[in-house]
């Protein structure tokens, strides 16, 4: 570029002039613009141009570079340049659109405006490329007149200052959603104020210096409504930051600075935030009862910007507080008892594993605290006595066994872990002394408990949890106010149990079991009159469990009524099958237990499989077992009664084995007495003292109008005695062995053919 082309000229009088210019007031920051020419004059006249005008109320800073390259390293150095008034040609014809591509693609500067320059007309750039590179104007030197570059800068600064406000904008927002995901993981309220502060002081970009107060009950909002003082303790700081931090845990009242003082109860009167020229106090409700107020320390004024970030800010902070509530909310209810407020089962556990992470060097211990009884006096007194029972059991075990951790995992089932030493029977014992004041009722309170020592030995919480559970077991069993600690051996026997359990459910529903039947013997006739029904179980090897194994655990599992259930259908059919063969005086017997008698449908479906099978119920005898006495001697009778109107007969099995039965016999319907093989196994001694139980039971059952069988005959001297007794009936391996329904079939035609 030659000296001798003007940059400017001369305003003509078809050109307003700026009217007054607006010139630099006060401290606002400059404007920085970056001239970049290879020509000195260009730049010089420039600043003469530009020199005392205002834009936009903020004076104008100008930077220059007299080439491409000195524009491109400067402007890795200054990125906060406004506006570049940019020479086209310079080293080469295309060095300023070069340098321009440089700026928005390199440097990534998309905000900055360029205002391209040139001396000729045809030097001007190509229409894209105006386009492509985000060139905001394209003038000629000549077409310069200062009005026009001061109007043409202007422009170029609105434009600069909305991109920058966007994008203050964006980061703004960026930063609420972030926040969001910070606000949401943490946790409990305090932790969230702390967040608050930390979170709003990025956005209006100040240190975080400030404090949160919180205050959570409707009627000290009404308080503040009314202009009236709010109980001491009720408005309190709950997180602080900067030189406020050792305010945490103050009241509000105790806050020595008056005008912040001030400032938190007047937006608290309000309801809505407040821009004070040295702070920023924002109002926060939150659904569930709260209200936060946040202080927070601004050196200067929030902008407008800021002012419209704040209130996307506070709406989105009250959705996350509240999403907080809800959370904790939910969280109380995973880990704490609604009605005592204490640990729940969940908690428990979860105490435990932490526990069993870092170990205590100090012995711990988990005991079950079951309340005996207790559903009795819930019956009496009605379930809320109860309720406060709970209560009342719960303070006292967290008030005498404070350093311990207190929990009600079960309706009234209390779970304590802490020192062993403290967990031990004498203190439970003295801690359950006293009885439980309710009301005027005082209710002592009985309990047993189980306890278990925790090591970090590779076990779970949930398997201390299974061992106090056994212990507890063992406790209740041995009576009342019985404190039991958990004994590995008797671990073993349970899981040995649990394991047999879980083996008769699975031989249940593979059909393992099988029904054999052992011949009765008149002793009259000495020719069969009935058989009596056994169950087998058949393992998959083709081995036998015997019975003793499993018919107890049957009963107390309650798997005896489906295998008794199908004992009965087995035997029904086998005897429609011997009747059909010409064996029609054939009986069967079938062995029920206490548990089916007990089933309230037990007399109906006895009905309906013989009606089924087609059986006359004359055929068919029930042989209990002394030990259904249990079921109370009135409820028995009635029950057994009902049995024998429909044409079943009752038989007594194992006589002589229990310590009742004599005293009941009279009273209970009964057809027959079995005597148990113990008592005819000593008929093959010629002592007298060994056949003395036999011929008591012979005639005392005669005497009552009932038949006898003696089972578990084995030799011809056995049953020659009590055939000289005159016992009725035999069974025994002396005339066969239970056998399946094949060969109790051939052994009736083998015995007919005889």
């Not at 079921?631 to 229990?658: P, V």
Request: charged share 25%; aromatic share 6%; net charge negative.
């Amino acid at each position: 570029m030659t000296n001798d082309e003007f940059v400017f000229l001369e305003d003509d009088e078809t050109t307003p002039a700026p009217s007054q210019p607006q010139m630099a007031h006060g401290i606002a920051s400059a404007w920085r613009i970056l001239v970049v020419d290879d020509d000195p004059d260009v730049h010089e006249i420039t600043q003469m141009a530009l020199d005392g005008l205002a834009f936009l109320g903020r004076p104008a800073e100008l930077l220059h570079a007299y080439s491409a390259k000195e524009a491109a390293d400067l402007l890795t150095r200054e990125t906060d340049i406004a506006v570049i008034l940019l020479d086209v040609v310079m080293e080469t014809s295309d060095a300023g659109l070069n340098l321009v591509g440089h700026i928005r693609e390199a440097l990534g500067m998309r905000n900055v405006r360029i205002i391209l320059r040139t001396g000729q007309p045809g030097q001007a750039p190509e229409m894209d490329a105006i386009t492509k590179y985000d060139i905001d104007d394209y003038k000629t030197k000549t077409e310069l007149t200062r009005n026009k570059l001061f109007t043409t800068i202007t422009t170029a600064l609105r434009s600069y200052e909305r991109m920058q406000k966007l994008d203050a904008s964006r980061v703004g927002l960026e930063k609420i959603i972030s926040s969001s995901n910070e606000f949401l993981s943490r946790r409990g309220l305090r932790n969230f104020a702390e967040g608050v502060i930390t979170q709003l002081s990025s956005l209006i970009d100040v240190h975080p210096e400030g404090l949160v107060c919180a205050i959570g009950e409707h009627e000290h909002l009404d308080l503040i409504d009314s202009h009236q003082p709010v109980p001491a303790g009720h408005i309190q700081i709950i997180a602080a930051a900067g030189r406020y931090s050792e305010l945490i845990g103050l009241d509000l009242e105790e806050l020595r600075a008056s005008d912040i003082r001030e400032a938190l109860r007047t937006c608290m009167l309000r309801k809505e935030t407040i821009l004070l020229p040295d702070c920023v106090v924002l109002y926060l409700y939150v659904r569930e009862g709260y209200a936060l107020t946040v202080y927070i320390g601004a050196p200067h004024p929030v902008s407008e910007l800021d002012q419209h970030l704040l209130e996307i800010f506070c709406s989105n902070l009250a959705l996350c507080a509240e999403n907080i509530q809800l959370v904790e909310k939910l969280k109380r209810r995973a880990y704490v008892d609604e009605l005592t407020g204490l640990a729940n089962r969940t908690a428990i556990l979860e105490t435990m594993t932490a526990f069993l992470k870092n170990p205590d060097p100090q012995p711990h211990s988990l005991m079950l605290v079951d309340l005996q009884l207790f559903a009795e006096i819930n019956d009496v007194l009605g379930h809320a006595y109860g309720d406060r029972l709970l209560c009342a059991v719960g303070d006292r075990l967290s008030s005498v066994l404070s350093d311990c951790i207190v929990g009600r995992i079960a309706a009234d089932l209390f779970a304590v872990v802490g020192r062993s030493e403290e967990l031990s029977q004498i203190s439970m014992t003295a801690i359950f002394k006293a009885p439980f004041k309710i009301d005027h009722f005082e209710l002592p309170m009985r309990i047993a408990a189980g306890s278990t020592d925790l090591f970090a030995d590779g076990q779970t919480a949930l398997d201390f949890m299974k061992q106090a559970y056994i212990a507890l077991k063992r406790a209740k069993s041995a009576g009342f106010g019985q404190v039991t600690k958990y004994d590995p051996q008797q671990a073993a026997i349970t899981r040995d149990r649990a394991q047999r359990l879980n083996d008769l459910q699975m031989a249940l529903e593979r059909n393992q079991f099988e029904c054999h039947f052992q011949p009765l013997i008149d002793f009259t006739t000495g020719r069969p009159c009935g058989m009596e029904a056994l169950v087998r179980w058949r393992r998959t090897d083709g081995t036998f469990v015997p019975p003793c194994d499993f018919i107890p655990l049957a009963e107390y599992s309650g798997l005896i009524r489906p295998i008794g259930d199908w004992v009965l259908r087995e035997s029904l059919h086998m005897l429609g099958k011997i009747h059909a063969a010409g064996f029609s005086d054939m009986r069967v017997s079938i062995n029920v237990s206490k548990v089916q008698l007990l089933a309230d449908t037990f007399i109906d479906g006895l009905e309906r499989l013989v009606a089924h099978a087609g059986i006359s119920p004359r055929f068919v005898e029930l042989e209990i077992t002394e030990s259904a006495c249990d079921i109370g001697i009135d409820d028995l009778e009635i029950l057994l009664t009902r049995i024998r109107d429909l044409g079943f007969s009752i038989a007594i099995d194992d006589f002589g084995t229990g310590f009742s039965s004599l005293s009941y016999l009279d009273r209970l319907p009964v057809d027959k007495l079995k005597i148990d093989r113990c008592f005819v196994t000593g008929l093959d001694s010629d002592a007298e003292n060994d056949s003395r139980i036999a011929e008591l039971i012979i005639p005392l059952g005669h005497r009552l109008g009932l038949k006898i069988v003696a089972e578990g005959i084995e030799t011809d001297k056995q049953a020659r005695k009590l055939r000289d007794m005159s016992c009725d009936i035999a069974q025994g391996y002396l005339y066969g062995h239970p056998m399946p329904e094949n060969e109790m079939l051939v052994w009736l035609e083998n015995f007919k053919s005889a």
